[in-house]
């Protein structure tokens, strides 16, 4: 069937800004097209060169299942399928896992949020070009909720970094009577040797992301995530020892309306660095925080401010350049917003005056996706920013082509 009888018809989609400050910014301009896909819960997200084409296709962890839509026409390929599963798929990270020169995927499954004591698999899949991907066990943790690659001392090799939702044998409603293990994997030579494990830290509680980054620019990989002692940066020393150093405060309150829920590292127009979060834990707030001078030997804490508070439930973020201007802007998904659907969605937060705590506010499609994930990229090459979305109760994926 064509690929018409599938999709919505693409408009454009003007936003509506809604801004604190007196200044007035120009809205960005989108076309939204829906994906030919139906989703279960579109838990994840990314842009992956599956067919080394040249072009970004669009990867999703479902349920039941992880899928991949072809650039440009959107041809749904499934690559691995587990139907009769009683537990969800629930996050993955692509990488050359064998060596082989086409990308395999890391994949978090058995999905329980509800039991801290088993559960939660750790594997990948094997690519495959002519048929369902082979999958392969690595381990698992119960919660297994996040993962990522990062190449880490002192093996310095490409080492997947996966983070539970929360301490083994942990019970509502705070869940906190011991720290996550943040885990980091490392594969031997053949497919089916066992990959070695060790624990980067198990001092943090109730993480329910974290983002692989560069924080200090100092050319080694480090760590920022968001968990009940809000956001916290974790460096490795050359012994391979997680030092950790709290930068946001988190929102604080007892658990479980503590800390912060998301994270990613954005940058301000005069360089500053900001993180941005959502609080507390599957929380109703959207929170920045920006870089104090010196803030690598210093003790202080992050600026706090509050962007919005008009949401019930945040559940995506990404920073990124949308306007070509110098800073970098905020985005958050809204997957659930109580009994007011049409503020379920994507919006838009670029910083207006940030040292005095001033962002525009824009709204993008109220209603369409009820979003569980989002990423950025540039799909049609043209130099500007795309955002696609997931839904969860929505079952839908689109794109934000940007204008």
Known sequence: MKLQAYTATCWMVFLSALSAASHAGEPLEFRLETLPVELQVGYAVRTIDMNNDGKLDIAIVDSKRILWLENPNWTMHVIYETPDAKFDNVCFAPHDINGDGRIDLALGADWQFGNSDSGGTIGWLEHNPNGPWQYRQIASEPTTHRMNWATLPPVNVPTLVVAPLKGRGTRGPGFEERGVRLLAFTSGTQPDETWNQRVLTDQLHVMHNFEVTDLDQNGVVDLVTA??????????????????????????????????????????????????????????????????????????????TVLDDQLAWGHAVACANLDEDADLELIIGIRDDQNEAHRRGLRIYDPVDAPNGIWQRQIVDPGGVAIEDLTVADLDQDGDQDIIAVGRATHNARIYWNQ
């Not at 360089?271 to 920006?290: C, I, Q, S």
């Open 227 to 304: 968990s009940y002692e809000g956001a916290t940066w974790i460096t490795f020393n050359a012994a391979g020892q997680a030092v950790l150093k709290r930068l946001g405060s988190g929102q604080e309150e007892p658990a479980p309306k503590r800390g912060a829920s998301e994270i990613r590292h954005g940058r301000l127009g005069d360089g500053r660095l900001y993180l941005a979060t959502v609080e507390p834990w599957h929380g109703d707030k959207v929170v920045v925080y920006v870089a104090p001078d010196d803030w690598q030997k210093s003790d202080q804490l992050w600026q706090r």
